[in-house]
C-alpha cells in the first residue's frame, strides 16, 4: 500500500470552478532566443506538435531546449477524450510531404532523440500506420544519428497496423495507458483498458527486443490501489519503460482534476516502479510522456539486458500477434 495522503478533497462535476495550481505546478513564461527559433522552426515545418495542439505546461521548458514532439497526421483527431485539450473533427488527409518535413525539422533542430505522435486516424484503412512508418524511416534517412521513439493511437490493437510501425525499426514504441481501468470509459469514452494492454503485449510479440513504455495521468479520481493495478497490469505485458504525472485540466469543458499529488508522492511510486521491475520510471507532477524523453530513453536503454516476468511473457500471454484482439 502506498499510503497517499490526500491533499485536497476530490471534485467531480464540472460546473465547479477550476482548481488553483500549487506551488509546485508554476512554470515560468516562454523566453529567449532559443525558444523562438524552435517555435519558428516548427512554424516553418508545417507540422503541429503536442506541446501546442494539448496544451502541454512543458511546452516553454522543452522548447527553450530547442526540442519538441511532433503530431503527424494533422490537428484534428477522431476521438473525443474527455482530458486532451487537441480538436475532434474530421480530419484532412494525410500530407503526402509530410515525413520530409518533419525530418527537416527534425534536422535544423539536430535532435538526438524525436518523439512522434499523432492525433487517431480512425478514419483511415491502416489508421495512419504507414504513414507513421513513413515518418520514421524519413528522419532516419536525413538524420540517421537520432533516436525515434513513436507514440501511436491504439490502432484498435491490429497487429497489422502495429506491424507496420515496428517494422519502420524505431528505437522504443510507446504506447500510453493514459488511466486505471474503471476511468477509461470515463475519460477516454473510444479507447479501451485492455486493448491498450494488448498494444503494448503486441509489439513485444513482433519485436521482442524494442523498448516499449507507457504512461498515465493521476488526479482523476484513481485510487493507490488502482494506480499499483496499473503499473502490474503494464509489467504483465512487458512493458519496459513508465511515465507518470499529474493529471491538469486543460478546459473548463474537459474532466476535472479530483486532486493534486505532491512530488514526494511522486517519488513514492517511482519506488513502487521499480520494485515492479520497469527498466526505467520516471514519476513527477510535469511528467509527461515526452517529457525529457532523451533523458528517459537514455537511462532505459543504458539499463541493458533488461528481463521481463515469467507470467508476462509473451510466450506465455495466449494471443496471436497475427490476430485482432
Same mark, same amino acid.
Given at each position: 500500500?502506498?499510503?497517499?495522503?490526500?491533499?485536497?478533497?476530490?471534485?467531480?462535476?464540472?460546473?465547479?470552478?477550476?482548481?488553483?495550481?500549487?506551488?509546485?505546478?508554476?512554470?515560468?513564461?516562454?523566453?529567449?532566443?532559443?525558444?523562438?527559433?524552435?517555435?519558428?522552426?516548427?512554424?516553418?515545418?508545417?507540422?503541429?506538435?503536442?506541446?501546442?495542439?494539448?496544451?502541454?505546461?512543458?511546452?516553454?521548458?522543452?522548447?527553450?531546449?530547442?526540442?519538441?514532439?511532433?503530431?503527424?497526421?494533422?490537428?484534428?483527431?477522431?476521438?473525443?477524450?474527455?482530458?486532451?485539450?487537441?480538436?475532434?473533427?474530421?480530419?484532412?488527409?494525410?500530407?503526402?510531404?509530410?515525413?520530409?518535413?518533419?525530418?527537416?525539422? &527534425?534536422?535544423?533542430?539536430?535532435?538526438?532523440?524525436?518523439?512522434? /505522435?499523432? *492525433? !487517431? @486516424?480512425?478514419?483511415? %484503412?491502416? =489508421?495512419?500506420?504507414?504513414?507513421?512508418?513513413?515518418?520514421?524511416?524519413?528522419?532516419?534517412?536525413?538524420?540517421?544519428?537520432?533516436?525515434?521513439?513513436?507514440?501511436?493511437?491504439?490502432?484498435?490493437?491490429?497487429?497489422?497496423?502495429?506491424?507496420?510501425?515496428?517494422?519502420?525499426?524505431?528505437?522504443?514504441?510507446?504506447?500510453?495507458?493514459?488511466?486505471?481501468?474503471?476511468?477509461?470509459?470515463?475519460?477516454?469514452?473510444?479507447?479501451?483498458?485492455?486493448?491498450?494492454?494488448?498494444?503494448?503485449?503486441?509489439?513485444?510479440?513482433?519485436?521482442?527486443?524494442?523498448?516499449?513504455?507507457?504512461?498515465?495521468?493521476?488526479?482523476?479520481?484513481?485510487?493507490?490501489?488502482?494506480?499499483?493495478?496499473?503499473?502490474?497490469?503494464?509489467?504483465?505485458?512487458?512493458?519496459?519503460?513508465?511515465? &507518470?504525472?499529474?493529471?491538469?485540466?486543460?478546459?473548463?469543458?474537459? /474532466?476535472? *482534476? !479530483? @486532486?493534486?499529488?505532491? %512530488?514526494? =508522492?511522486?517519488?513514492?511510486?517511482?519506488?513502487?516502479?521499480?520494485?515492479?521491475?520497469?527498466?526505467?520510471?520516471?514519476?513527477?507532477?510535469?511528467?509527461?510522456?515526452?517529457?525529457?524523453?532523451?533523458?528517459?530513453?537514455?537511462?532505459?536503454?543504458?539499463?541493458?539486458?533488461?528481463?521481463?516476468?515469467?507470467?508476462?511473457?509473451?510466450?506465455?500471454?495466449?494471443?496471436?500477434?497475427?490476430?485482432?484482439?
Amino acid at each position: 500500500m502506498l499510503n497517499l495522503p490526500i491533499l485536497s478533497p476530490p471534485e467531480t462535476s464540472r460546473a465547479q470552478t477550476r482548481r488553483r495550481l500549487p506551488p509546485w505546478l508554476k512554470r515560468p513564461l516562454p523566453a529567449g532566443r532559443t525558444f523562438a527559433l524552435t517555435k519558428r522552426t516548427v512554424a516553418d515545418s508545417g507540422v503541429a506538435t503536442v506541446c501546442q495542439e494539448a496544451r502541454c505546461p512543458n511546452l516553454s521548458e522543452c522548447w527553450s531546449a530547442k526540442t519538441a514532439t511532433f503530431m503527424i497526421l494533422g490537428d484534428r483527431c477522431t476521438r473525443r477524450c474527455q482530458y486532451c485539450a487537441v480538436s475532434t473533427a474530421r480530419p484532412d488527409p494525410p500530407a503526402e510531404d509530410e515525413p520530409q518535413r518533419l525530418a527537416q525539422a &527534425v534536422a535544423r533542430l539536430g535532435l538526438r532523440h524525436v518523439v512522434i /505522435t499523432a *492525433v !487517431a @486516424r480512425d478514419d483511415l %484503412p491502416d =489508421e495512419g500506420a504507414g504513414h507513421f512508418a513513413a515518418c520514421v524511416r524519413r528522419i532516419g534517412q536525413t538524420r540517421p544519428q537520432a533516436t525515434v521513439e513513436v507514440l501511436p493511437a491504439d490502432f484498435h490493437a491490429r497487429p497489422d497496423c502495429i506491424a507496420a510501425v515496428c517494422d519502420a525499426a524505431p528505437d522504443i514504441y510507446n504506447h500510453n495507458i493514459e488511466t486505471v481501468e474503471r476511468l477509461t470509459p470515463i475519460v477516454r469514452p473510444q479507447a479501451r483498458y485492455r486493448r491498450s494492454l494488448d498494444v503494448l503485449r503486441i509489439v513485444k510479440l513482433l519485436s521482442p527486443d524494442m523498448l516499449t513504455k507507457s504512461g498515465l495521468m493521476i488526479g482523476l479520481g484513481e485510487t493507490e490501489d488502482e494506480i499499483t493495478r496499473t503499473f502490474e497490469d503494464l509489467r504483465q505485458v512487458d512493458c519496459d519503460v513508465l511515465t &507518470v504525472g499529474q493529471y491538469l485540466q486543460p478546459t473548463p469543458g474537459h /474532466t476535472p *482534476v !479530483a @486532486r493534486f499529488y505532491h %512530488p514526494r =508522492e511522486f517519488d513514492r511510486l517511482a519506488r513502487v516502479a521499480d520494485d515492479l521491475g520497469f527498466v526505467s520510471a520516471a514519476c513527477g507532477p510535469f511528467v509527461r510522456s515526452s517529457y525529457n524523453a532523451a533523458e528517459v530513453f537514455a537511462r532505459s536503454r543504458a539499463a541493458g539486458n533488461h528481463t521481463t516476468p515469467t507470467s508476462g511473457s509473451p510466450e506465455r500471454s495466449g494471443l496471436d500477434p497475427r490476430e485482432p484482439s
